[in-house]
């Protein structure tokens, strides 16, 4: 009977990311049916995570995390968890035996997210790799199922996906990060003098990552080539509409992509796949 109970925990992983991503969710539906659940299952941990750092407002959120830190140990070392999202996490964790240094590095990163920080150079990288560059290689884990040598040369430009993702997560959510939560990422960044010049440097570095990354999405296993082609075309379609804005529009605004607009991304991008091979 426990099937049953693992088919609600994937489930339930698959409702939290439509929930929450369209963008992903659409990307995840272009996936191989053989590795869906378990990119469901760690986005499904990611979101959970990344809720009670942002959300929970009223709560004690250092406590809450500490607590998630705590069940993710417990349900790894006794592979099972009554927490729906965290019995598919740690199935997906033991299924492709992803490295549990970088679910440690993503929890750290959701700690920095609890404290005022002032981002410099260094910490400003170690944000970025526990929370969005540690996340793209536990999927590459899965993408790759098991081949290390494909794992370890495609590595870099996951980082690179991952970071070119995150920075524009940071781009498109500064009104919220800087006036509702406090927070500003980028590094030794006085928001009282953001600029179109500071905006054009951060988006020249996006850009460059997003190059890289390209060359190893089309490396990755046809099981996963255009479902990760596709969420990459779906950021590029917010990141060109954020290089429209100028400075203080970004700073009044959040830049969204309407569903309309991520249908035909997908129609064009499949269309595009298909023609170049990728």
């Known amino acids: 009977m426990k099937r049953l109970f693992d088919e609600l925990a994937y489930e339930v992983s698959k409702r939290t990311t439509e929930k929450y991503s369209t963008s992903f969710s659409l990307g995840i539906l272009a996936l191989k049916p053989c590795i869906r659940n378990s990119i469901y299952a760690i986005y499904g941990y ?5 809720e009670i750092v942002d959300s929970f407002h009223g709560y004690d959120r250092k406590r809450l995390l500490g607590q ?13 968890s009554l927490n729906p999202i965290l019995q598919s996490f740690q199935e997906t964790v033991h299924k492709y035996k992803i490295d549990v240094e970088l679910i440690s590095q993503f929890l750290h990163s959701m700690e920095m997210d609890l404290n005022k920080v002032d981002y410099n150079s260094e910490s400003y990288k170690e944000y970025i790799y526990g929370s969005a560059e540690v996340v793209g290689l536990m999927c590459l884990q899965v993408f790759t199922e098991g081949d290390r040598k494909l794992y370890e040369e495609l590595k870099p430009f996951a980082m690179k996906l991952g970071s070119a993702f995150q920075k524009i997560n940071f781009l498109r959510d500064l009104k919220q990060d800087y006036h509702t939560l406090g927070r500003t990422y980028f590094p030794n960044l006085d928001m009282t003098v953001f600029d179109n010049t500071i905006k054009s440097q951060i988006e020249n570095e996006i850009h460059t990552e997003f ?13 996963a ?3 990760v082609y596709l969420a990459y075309k779906y950021y590029l379609s917010l990141f060109a509409k954020i290089r429209k804005k100028s400075s203080k529009e970004i700073l009044e605004h959040r830049i969204r992509i309407p569903n309309t607009h991520k249908a035909l991304v997908a129609l064009k991008s499949y269309l595009r796949y298909k023609i170049a091979y990728l």
């Open 68 to 80: 998630l830190y705590l069940d993710t140990n417990c349900a790894l070392e006794e592979r099972i």
């Open 225 to 227: 080539k255009f479902g």
């Open 211 to 223: 190059k890289e990354a390209l060359l190893g999405i089309k490396k990755l296993p046809a099981s």
């Open 46 to 50: 990611v979101r959970l995570a990344d």
